[in-house]
């Protein structure tokens, strides 16, 4: 099964369990590589639909303190690229949910685009996502990623153009990845006004075509269910980093369940699949 | 090997090529290959060296021999290709055929960056192997003559001159070698394994060398090479080079066993050669008046050429040459001539006490060339298209061997398409220039010079009627011809619209910056040619930045006592800016654009403090609220400059994340950019970051540049010999260098060699480091070989920055920048030396720049002018010079 494939699959299921989507990201190598995989295996287990895989990088120029300090404790650990790649082989293995590398763009080119999409499908891989790699930046990966059956998602902004939109729209295989604030990764206490009618604007715009998920500052289950209805899925991340820094893959874990339950939509999916 | 075993594996290069294709199209296969500099000279290695090469070979498998003791994975095809570079090799031989070689391309990417020529060993069927080859990062690739007959052979050997690329022609029989001399291959490789039966028979092939060899071919014996007996038995029959690959890997030790082959290797006659010159020179010829001259000079042309040939309308009398020779001050002047006799040339040069001549119409040197040549500066040999490349490689070679420093390939209507064969000039200087450096001449102009040299990459460009107008020399046509020839083939002197510098630069930032960079970059396209933001800024250059600035030349007897013979070394004084270096040129120019726009709010980054400094004073005189990031290691290091940036209303963030420094603050900036974006501007302090940063950075530093080559026009009449700058980020160095790219001068940046050449010691990211994306450029970064950035190292702490401005990087790949460094310790020597010398206290990064330029002092001629860029004064770095070790 190719990689949007599954991703998509993975969205399906949610809404036709009348959910949004959840999504974790897990930063390879935080604390040491043992611990990562167990928060991945706990995020898992405790409902999560989809895995981001986060890849520490030195210049981390789109992540807020918890992921900026995290990666670095995980780069002085041994993470990296390679680490990721481990992470995903090891939760490949029997599972079936889809499996996303986020990553800067660097670590990406330094074996060589070609090498590394190769194995990075090869350990089980099903998509990349490139923070600092904008839509049409480079058709080559895209198209790379394409041959290979890798899942490409691209991020939107509370101001990117109409025309952007649509070119990431145009390039997202995955799911279009909505950051509804303009700033970096960060929890915040208050979900962003203008969030949901962002959202609502943005899925309107994908038509079905490809889901929708916004992240970007979410922490609690009072603002998962307050965006469930507006989105196909729900991106956490810092939160989770913090929890894992605070309580290890337990502490994650529990909070990923709190989350999870929160994602109904209190009505079934068939009428929101708008799919030709 | 059987039919059916070479039938699939040509199929299965065709489908390779399809499903490639659906990839990296063809087309942009050749956009990309377009920016990349000259691939690397195989065939001249092999032509030139004086023993037998040995290209080594690495695979995975064959069908003859099975598998070998190779592991998975490009890094082992690294490794075994490392220890075969450690054994003396010539060149590499990597197979990217994945079915019965166990090859990839992947292989051939990572054995490229070695650094010894690469051949791509695949069974190439059409273009797009070719090209794919080249993209690829191979420097030749392998045409079989069996697998594409004589049609496509000719066809693919004219697609890989134009990829840039040798073309190793193989063959195994006598028909075979036939058809490779008919479609004019240089390079032949006599396979001694019939590929239909898979046998060896060493001695069988060695009639078929022997023939290759007096033909005029530069010969590889490939196969059925055991040991030094069989390589001595090849090079007797005039093999230049010997492709050895089972042998060696069915050894327990295939370095080892390349080292023993290398240990033997016989002698041999090296053909003659000439160094390729790092750029294109360019001749104005048939100058007939002072004007003309006057025109050439100023736009420093390399050569001026006089034509005596009595036959030509633009011939004028010794006499006259000998009258004009006085106006020609700098470049090189040239007798040119058509079948002179000896007589004629001795006495032409006698009467104009000319140094250099150029010979036309005829078929090879004369005979009493290397009678007269020694005494000249310049001997430029002419061959005459229609040639085959092997005939002109013999006549050049000829030509070098009685005495030529120059070859020239003239042809009538030099076509600058892509050639439809062998016979268009612009195609065989094409492929001839891979191998003896050549220039053209015939039918060149101003409007046709630049795609012409981008598609021959030859050693000289030269006209004559194209720099004509109503029967007289042109000075406008002159100036231009010189201008338009020196246009950087790669584009790295100037921006595409995706915001590259050849393959550099671009856009790779979060796409909640993508608006931000959308409006800068109209705003600033709108606003530099808008005649009152210019008058503005011009104002602010005079009277608040106190421009001009002067250039001054270091007292003649320190530079005496430091080995120098008479050369001159200029300082462009940036130190005598406002605030004390040239970061304030760019610091006003965007904060001018900050106004403009209506931005209320100004961030920067800062390393050493300088930019910080000149943007808090840029940010006071506007009016703009300044808030200023800075690395908290840095802070240490400059305080002075912190509390001048308070004093001037500015609010310094300090930065503890990472190490503190440059890039931390460049990251936490960003970071303040993406959650701000709409009512800020971010004024960036070096020619780095994501376009149009580097573009606007380099106009607004322009400034110095263009000063200094009319300051030193009016100082010594001419442009400088060479320009030296620091490079950290590269403002300074691309601000004094832009002005002088499309001159002779060479450029040499100096980047900080810090405590040593390891990762880490030293922020050499152009001399040492490795392609990569930071802060929103492809560049070139000092970062591991996992993609990880590495904190650079610097006594200065302007230079501690992990990258370098993309269009330095561009411009170091084409060859037109040459890197050196300097070290902690010389630029702090040299910091103390400057200030005694001449009472200047230069800043630790500039001391770099002067380091460098003393450094070149014993071996500069007396009439050399070098330009340094005094980037900036020293006073913030007193610290650092009385704490530092010595």
Redesign the interface.
């Known amino acids: 099964m190719s990689g949007p494939e599954r991703v998509r699959g993975a969205f399906d299921a949610a809404a036709s369990d009348g959910r949004t989507a959840l999504i974790a990201y897990i930063l390879s190598g935080y604390p040491t590589e043992a611990d990562a995989l167990a928060a991945a295996e706990a995020a898992l287990a405790a409902g999560a639909d989809l895995l981001e895989v986060g890849v520490p990088f030195s210049d981390p120029l789109a992540d807020g303190p918890t992921i900026a300090d995290a990666g670095r404790i995980s780069l002085a650990a041994g993470g990296g690229l390679p680490s990721a790649q481990r992470l995903v082989t090891a939760l490949r293995e029997g599972r079936d949910a889809p499996i996303l590398v986020m990553t800067y763009l660097n670590p990406l080119l330094a074996a060589g685009e070609h090498e590394t999409l190769t194995s990075l499908r090869a350990a089980g891989a099903d998509g990349l996502i490139v923070p600092d790699l904008p839509a049409g930046g480079s058709p080559r990966l895209e198209r790379l990623a394409a041959s290979l059956g890798l899942a490409m998602s691209f991020l939107v902004a509370p101001n990117t153009s109409p025309a952007r939109i649509v070119a990431a729209l145009r390039a997202s295989t995955g799911f279009l990845y909505v950051v509804p604030l303009l700033g970096v990764t960060g929890a915040r206490d208050r979900v962003a006004s203008g969030a949901a009618d962002l959202l609502d604007s943005v899925r309107r715009n994908a038509a079905g075509r490809v889901p929708v998920a916004a992240g970007f500052g979410l922490s609690t289950p009072a603002q998962v269910a307050a965006l469930a209805p507006a989105a196909d899925g729900l991106i956490i991340g810092s939160a989770l980093v913090a929890a894992m820094r605070d309580g290890g893959p337990s502490r994650m874990g529990a909070l990923v369940r709190s989350l999870a339950a929160a994602t109904s939509r209190g009505v079934p999916s068939a009428a929101r699949d708008m799919r030709p | 090997m059987p039919r059916s075993i070479l039938d699939d594996l040509l199929a299965s290069a065709r489908r390779r090529s399809r ?1 490639d294709a ?3 199209p063809l087309a ?1 296969l050749r956009r990309e290959v377009g920016r990349l500099p000259a691939a690397r000279r195989f065939e001249a290695a092999l032509r030139r060296a004086d023993r037998v090469s040995l290209i080594a070979e690495a695979k995975r498998a064959s069908p003859s021999a099975g598998a070998f003791d190779v592991g998975a994975g ?1 890094a082992a095809i690294v490794e075994l290709a490392r220890g075969y570079a450690g054994a003396g090799i010539t060149a590499l031989s990597i197979l990217t055929e994945p079915t019965r070689f166990g090859g990839s ?2 292989d051939l ?2 054995a490229a960056r070695i650094g010894l020529p690469v051949l791509r060993k695949d069974f190439v069927v059409d273009r797009y192997g070719v090209w794919q080859a080249r993209a690829l990062g191979a420097d030749a690739v392998l045409l079989i003559v069996r697998a594409l007959g004589a049609q496509l052979l000719a066809r693919l050997i004219d697609e890989a001159g134009q990829a840039g690329l040798d073309a190793l022609v193989e063959v195994h029989d006598a028909d075979e070698l036939a058809v490779a001399l008919d479609a004019d291959a240089t390079l032949i490789g006599v396979n001694a394994r019939d590929l239909a039966t898979l046998s060896v028979d060493l001695d069988a092939s060695l009639p078929l060398l022997r023939r290759a060899a007096d033909a005029g071919a530069t010969v590889v014996a490939e196969s059925g090479i055991t040991g030094p007996a069989d390589l001595g038995r090849v090079a007797e029959a005039g093999a230049a080079a010997a492709l050895v690959g089972t042998s060696l890997l069915r050894g327990a030790d295939p370095a080892g066993s390349a080292a023993a082959l290398v240990r033997a290797a016989p002698r041999r006659a090296a053909a003659p050669s000439l160094p390729h010159p790092p750029r294109t020179a360019v001749k104005a010829c048939g100058m007939r008046s002072v004007a003309g001259i006057r025109a050439a000079v100023a736009a420093d042309a390399d050569f001026i050429g006089f034509v005596l040939d009595p036959r030509s309308p633009r011939a004028v009398a010794p006499k006259r040459a000998a009258e004009l020779m006085p106006s020609v001050r700098g470049p090189q002047p040239v007798l040119v001539f058509r079948s002179p006799s000896r007589k004629e040339v001795a006495e032409a040069l006698r009467r104009t006490g000319g140094g250099g001549v150029q010979l036309a119409g005829f078929d090879g040197p004369p005979p009493w060339l290397n009678q007269i040549a020694a005494p000249l500066e310049t001997v430029i040999g002419v061959m005459h298209a229609p040639i085959s490349v092997r005939a002109a490689l013999r006549s050049a070679e000829a030509w070098i061997g009685a005495g030529a420093t120059h070859l020239v390939l003239e042809g009538a209507a030099v076509s600058t398409g892509g050639g439809s064969g062998s016979g268009a000039p612009i195609a065989i200087a094409r492929r001839l220039g891979r191998i003896v450096p050549v220039g053209i001449a015939g039918g060149l102009d101003p409007a046709n010079v630049t795609r012409a040299v981008a598609n021959a990459r030859p050693a000289l460009v030269d006209a004559a009627s194209g720099l004509e107008r109503d029967g007289g020399n042109d000075p406008g046509r002159i100036g231009a011809f010189v201008r338009n020839a020196r246009r950087e083939p790669a584009g790295a002197d100037r921006v595409d619209r995706h915001g590259r510098f050849g393959r550099f630069g ?7 910056l ?2 931000a960079l959308d409006d800068l970059e109209a705003a600033w396209n709108v606003a530099r040619r808008d005649a009152r933001f210019r008058d503005e800024l011009r104002r602010l250059h005079r009277e608040f930045v106190g421009r001009p600035t002067p250039v001054f030349p270091i007292p003649a007897a320190a530079l005496a006592a430091r080995g120098g013979r008479g050369a001159s070394v200029w300082l462009k004084r940036e130190d005598l800016a406002h605030t004390g270096a040239h970061k304030i040129n760019n610091a006003v120019g965007q904060a001018l654009l900050a106004q403009r726009m209506g931005k209320p709010r100004v961030i920067a980054e800062t390393g050493a403090g300088q930019h910080g400094v000149a943007a808090a004073t840029a940010c006071a005189l506007l009016g703009l609220d300044c808030v200023v990031y800075m690395g908290t290691t840095d802070i240490e290091r400059q305080a002075p400059n912190v509390r001048r940036m308070e004093l001037l209303g500015a609010e310094v963030r300090p930065v503890a ?2 190490n503190g420094t440059l ?1 931390d603050a460049l ?1 936490e900036a ?2 303040d950019w ?5 009512e800020t501007f971010y004024v960036l302090g070096s020619a780095a970051g994501p376009h149009p940063y580097p573009e606007m950075v380099a106009s607004l530093q322009e400034v110095i540049g263009r000063e200094a080559r009319a300051q030193l026009h009016a100082a010594i009449g001419r442009v400088p010999d060479a320009v030296v700058a620091c490079v950290g980020g590269g403002s300074n160095a691309i601000g004094i260098m832009r002005p002088f790219i499309d001159t002779a001068a060479r450029l040499i940046g100096v980047e900080a060699g810090g405590r040593g050449e390891a990762l880490g010691d030293n922020a050499a990211s152009l001399g040492l480091g490795t ?6 450029a492809f560049t070139m ?1 000092t ?1 591991d ?6 904190e650079p190292h610097s006594v200065s702490a302007g230079l501690d920055y992990p990258g370098v401005g993309p269009q330095l990087a561009a411009l170091a790949e084409s060859g037109r920048l040459e890197v050196v460094r300097a070290t902690d310790a010389e630029a702090l020597d040299t910091t103390e030396w400057l200030a005694r010398a001449c009472g200047i206290i230069p800043a630790l990064e500039s001391a770099h720049a002067v380091a460098a330029a003393l450094r070149m002092l014993p071996e500069l001629p007396a009439d050399a002018q070098i330009l340094v860029n005094l980037s900036g004064r020293g006073d913030k770095d007193l610290g650092i010079l009385d704490r530092a070790p010595r």
């Not at chain 2, 671009?506 to 909640?512: K, L, M, Q, W």
């Not at chain 2, 993406?674 to 709409?678: G, K, L, S």
């Not at chain 2, 392609?771 to 929103?776: E, N, T």
Request: glycine fraction near 12%.
């Open positions: 499903a659906r990839i990296a942009e490009s391309d992947d990417v990572a671009g856009r790779f930032v979060p796409e909640t993508i608006p994340a990472g890039r990251n960003l970071r993406v959650a701000n974006v709409e392609p990569g994306v930071l802060h929103g970064l970062q070989a996992a993609g990880q950035v590495v």
